[in-house]
């Protein structure tokens, strides 16, 4: 599909499903597509897990507050056998990180044509629907997780305490802080790095195996054929990637938050 109308070859498929729907120049484009889908389900993960919990009775749960449940109760557990301080914003930040992680990433089990087609017919002519396989909005979770690190570092142990673990480790001597410094600064960055890119990576060559699938449709029957067999092998599959994936961000966001509260 194309703006004009006209047919794509191969590489213009991709690339068509690949780029963002984006407005300013540098480093002040934003991408509205990432935008309109990351908020949109954070608000819908809002007002979802609300509603159950308004409505939330003592009796036989409906399935909607028994799979509400579930999921508190996962999260919970995960936070009280990984996080050994004591913040009552820990396992709120883990249940939100889990889910909206979660219901991004799910936006890569709809097939890769479906919004791109609707967009299109609107006059919309880019239209990318998985949030998280773009860096900037994994890069965003992992900066806001950054900056709580940080601040929980000099809550719980001071300006002083902060700036000893960073010069005073893993050597303990005063004529090795360049290299303490230099090693705990590299650590404590690659934190969100690593975050930001291990989301990105996983969801973004996921996204790519669809769409390469897609190129199989229309071809021949026989491609066709392949490509309906192996669509639902890789959804299948890419079920278990993105769940493993949103909750590897919280249970490291839970490690370092946890890392952030002690006190040396």
């Not at 499903?17 to 949109?40: A, K, P």
């Not at 056998?81 to 004591?86: A, I, L, S, V, Y």
Request: proline share 4%; hydrophobic share 55%.
């Amino acid at each position: 599909m194309a703006a004009t109308g006209e047919a794509l070859t191969p590489q213009g498929y991709i690339q068509h499903h690949l780029t963002n729907l984006s407005v300013g120049d540098g480093f002040w484009t934003w991408h509205i597509d990432s935008l309109f889908f990351s908020v949109g389900l954070g608000v819908l993960f809002l007002w979802l897990f609300r509603s159950v919990g308004k409505k939330a009775t003592t009796g036989v749960p409906g399935k909607l507050q028994c799979f509400v449940e579930m999921i508190v109760e996962f999260v919970d557990s995960s936070v009280k056998e990984t996080f050994h301080g004591r913040n009552p914003v820990i396992a709120p930040l883990a249940l939100t990180i889990f889910v909206w992680v979660f219901m991004m990433n799910f936006m890569d089990m709809v097939p890769v044509d479906w919004i791109p087609s609707l967009a299109l017919a609107a006059g919309i002519p880019y239209m990318k629907v998985v949030p998280t396989t773009d860096v900037n909005i994994t890069f965003s979770l992992a900066i806001g997780v950054f900056v709580l690190i940080v601040y929980y570092s000099i809550k719980v142990k001071g300006v002083s305490g902060f700036v000893k673990e960073l010069t005073m480790q893993p050597f303990n001597h005063w004529a090795m802080i360049p290299v303490n410094f230099l090693l705990e600064t590299v650590t404590l960055i690659a934190k969100p790095i690593s975050l930001a890119l291990r989301l990105f990576g996983n969801l973004y060559a996921g996204e790519l195996i669809f769409i390469l699938i897609a190129l199989m449709y229309g071809a021949n029957w026989a491609l066709s054929t392949l490509g309906v067999t192996l669509q639902l092998g890789w959804l299948i599959f890419h079920i278990l990637v993105i769940t493993l994936q949103a909750f590897i961000f919280m249970m490291l966001t839970i490690v370092y938050l946890s890392m952030a509260h002690e006190d040396h």
